[in-house]
């Protein structure tokens, strides 16, 4: 069964600066999806970006990208400029393109931008 | 844009009673789950439907959890004797086909007391 990490409970940054975001995973997939979520306190599950395991290149969407390192299983996501309104919980997940392609999330990351 | 709403948006009911939550996924997607996240815990899979039956279930899912599309576009979760562990977000999800994007619903924010 595939898992996800996400070591860091919390971070935090400064208005304006960048902050990178830790993910790993296990898998003996070799294709397959990954995701970060956004949970503001809303709670809503919001997608922010998602990469494709056959894709050498990493997602870029606006001030968020990823660095996606399949032979490593990580999947780190980079905000740059950070605004207040990313405050949030941050996670990851896995998507196998087997089965029913359930998600499998990691604990979550909470991130905190300091104005 | 076309999105997946749940309904309640928080429901409060008494150990041992039956809950249904609904959720109205978008309207041509084919398949549907259910997620559970307990407060201050990871998102956890419950459930997946497609072609009118259950595809995958987790460990979690058991007796007393049901799912249905009763009429074509209510996707339903029924919990048939709630227990004060059953508290937690639930999250609704639809997509149109494998290898695609599944959206998320709101969330129903079940208390169990």
């Known amino acids: 069964a595939q898992t996800v990490t996400q070591s860091q409970p919390e971070m935090s940054v400064q208005e304006a600066e960048t902050v990178t975001l830790s993910c790993t995973y296990d898998t003996s997939e070799s294709d397959y999806y990954l995701f970060w979520y956004k949970q503001p306190p809303s709670r809503q599950m919001i997608l922010v970006i998602r990469?494709?395991?056959?894709?050498?290149q990493n997602a870029t969407e606006n001030r968020f990208s990823v660095n996606f390192q399949k032979a490593a299983k990580s999947f780190s996501l980079k905000i740059s400029d950070s605004q207040l309104g990313d405050a949030a919980m941050y996670f990851c997940a896995y998507r196998s393109l087997q089965g029913a392609q359930k998600l499998v999330f990691g604990q979550g990351t909470r991130l905190t931008i300091n104005p | 844009e076309p999105e997946v709403t749940q309904t309640p948006s928080h429901q409060v009911t008494q150990m041992g009673q039956e809950v249904i939550l609904r959720c109205v996924p978008i309207?041509?997607?084919?398949?549907f789950y259910w997620y559970r996240q307990i407060l201050g815990q990871k998102v956890e899979f419950l459930v997946s439907f497609y072609n009118n039956e259950i595809s995958e279930k987790s460990e979690i899912f058991d007796d007393q959890f049901s799912v249905e599309r009763p009429d074509g576009s209510n996707f339903t979760l029924k919990i048939r004797s709630t227990k004060l562990e059953d508290s937690a977000m639930y999250f609704c999800?639809?997509?149109?086909?494998?290898?695609?994007?599944?959206?998320f619903g709101q969330g129903t924010r079940l208390t169990v007391v």
């Open positions: 999800a639809s997509g149109l086909g494998l290898n695609t994007e599944a959206f």
């Open positions: 990469q494709e395991a056959y894709k050498q």
């Open positions: 309207s041509n997607h084919l398949y």
